[in-house]
């Protein structure tokens, strides 16, 4: 059999290499220029590897170069809303329960008035029956801002037309009320469901009106309108931006120098230590004290208490349980903060009191609190509104250099989705609970093992800029609807 030439051989070889080289290249430039993201395997967060030295107090730099928030409104745009009287009728709604779960509300609200071509009526902030709390929305969001910035979206008035006159009827009637709203309720349920009764009624409360409206189930440009909201039209007033400004500049003079500092949002109040179940450390009499609480407060799951033990362990394995001061002190020294930092906690009563702060205490002494920055005659205006002081928080966790969460909750993903919104430079640690029970649970692990393990988790959880999955609120993370390559 005749050999094919050794010059079509050598041509046919170059011809492959060539092709292979210039498909690596369209690789490495397409990866080169990418955008900065990190994807999820199942559970596990893989980041694109920087060469920047890791710091304790912020988010490398080229991690945060790839996105922008673009949620802000068009300036110089003709609105094409229609007149106040002209839209298909006025919706009205409870914003419920402590003041971030009222701001998503809110934020709920206006989506929803723009999905069904509605008036909002100025959202009425319902009474919180544990704090007592009769804050109106005027008293801690800035109105008149909040009307303007979203004039070219959707039409708000501040109170029930004066042409409907019974407004008794608005609060409590039936006939007034849709009721029937599911919980991550799609944009197409309400245009089908409740649009109908809005233009028969002209005027309808949406009741209750928790988590009733979905994220993926919904278009883009709605979801991008809760960010405009949420981030660019709900500002407090001024008075409680000025107060928390302060607070800052405290934190960062203490000591007579300019200071980092740390915020860390303290779940560990009797209520969430009782709600969740779970194992804590403390004294024989003391798990029976907390017993009873559990058995007053929540009977029907409580029994008799025998099933729980196994349910305890079995939550705390998964990192479903809040870490308690000890073990939070632990997990920071491991990530390498110094005794020395400067530590603003945002907590209710920590259950336990100085016994159950003593831990974290004695390896952070540095603690303070707002009542710690702020001589009370600066506060008593703001203890007139409970929803104010939580504000205070709000704002000084939002400006930390870090900030880290203990537990989940709303306040918590506020924040880390604001931080990120405002461009994934400042680290938000959300730490992986899991792993901490593993190992403080591990008598053979050694403190440089502990240690390493710590970092190496944690490197990809502070707040860097991930692809949104199904089903991931906007809240914590807004990037797919709400930012843009830069």
């Known amino acids: 059999m005749a050999r094919p030439p050794r010059s079509k051989i050598s041509i046919i070889c170059l011809l492959v290499v060539l092709s292979a080289a210039g498909i690596s290249i369209s690789w490495a430039v397409q990866h080169l220029n990418g955008p900065y993201l990190c994807r999820k395997d199942g559970i596990t967060l893989h980041c694109p590897h920087v060469k920047e030295p890791p710091s304790l107090w912020e988010n490398p730099f080229s991690a945060t170069t790839s996105w922008k928030a673009c949620a802000e409104r068009e300036e110089g745009i003709q609105s094409d809303l229609p007149a106040e009287d002209k839209t298909n009728g006025y919706i009205f709604i409870h914003a419920e329960g402590g003041l971030n779960q009222q701001r998503i509300a809110i934020c709920n609200a206006v989506a929803v008035a723009k999905i069904m071509n509605a008036t909002l009526i100025l959202p009425v902030l319902k009474q919180d029956q544990i704090w007592k709390d009769k804050t109106k929305f005027e008293d801690i969001f800035d109105v008149d801002h909040f009307i303007e910035y ?5 039409h708000i008035v501040r109170d029930i037309p004066p042409w409907f006159t019974d407004k008794i009827e608005l609060f409590t009637s039936i006939k007034r009320t849709v009721k029937n709203i599911p919980k991550y309720a799609s944009a197409q349920f309400y245009t089908d469901n409740v649009l109908p009764r809005i233009k ?4 309808m409360s949406l009741k209750p009106f928790v988590d009733r ?5 919904v278009p883009q440009e709605i979801n991008r309108l809760r960010c405009r909201v949420n981030y660019h039209a709900l500002k407090f007033l001024p008075h409680i931006e000025k107060m928390a400004d302060t607070l800052v500049s405290r934190m960062r003079q203490k000591n007579g120098s300019s200071h980092h500092f740390m915020a860390l949002h303290l779940r560990f109040e009797k209520g969430m230590v009782g709600l969740s179940f779970c194992d804590l450390v403390g004294t024989r009499a003391e798990k029976a004290l907390m017993a009873l609480y559990r058995l007053k407060e929540w009977p029907r799951r409580f029994k008799d208490g025998s099933h729980l033990w196994a349910l305890a362990l079995q939550k705390r394995k998964e990192g479903r349980c809040p870490l308690e001061p ?10 390498g903060y110094p005794k020395d930092t400067q530590i603003y906690v945002a907590s209710g009563q920590v259950y336990g009191g100085q016994n159950r702060m003593g831990p974290l205490r004695s390896m952070f002494p540095n603690l303070v609190t707002k009542e710690d920055l702020a001589p009370k005659s600066e506060l008593d205006e703001f203890r007139k509104h409970v929803t104010s002081l939580a504000a205070l928080d709000f704002l000084v966790c939002l400006k930390s250099d870090v900030f880290v969460m203990t537990h989940g909750g709303n306040f918590a993903k506020l924040i880390i989705g604001f931080r990120r919104y405002m461009g994934h430079r400042s680290k938000s640690i959300k730490p992986d609970k899991g792993l901490m029970s593993k190992s403080l649970g591990d008598p053979y692990m050694g403190w440089a093992a502990f240690v390493d393990d710590a970092i190496a988790t944690h490197q990809t959880r502070t707040g860097l800029p991930e692809e949104t999955f199904p089903n991931y609120d906007i809240w914590e993370n807004p990037l797919t609807p709400c930012m843009c390559r830069t």
């Open 326 to 335: 000890g073990e939070v002190a632990v997990m920071l020294r491991a990530m």
């Open 213 to 217: 409206l979905g994220y993926d189930n």
């Open 200 to 203: 028969e009624k002209r005027i």
């Open 150 to 154: 979203l004039k070219n979206d959707v």
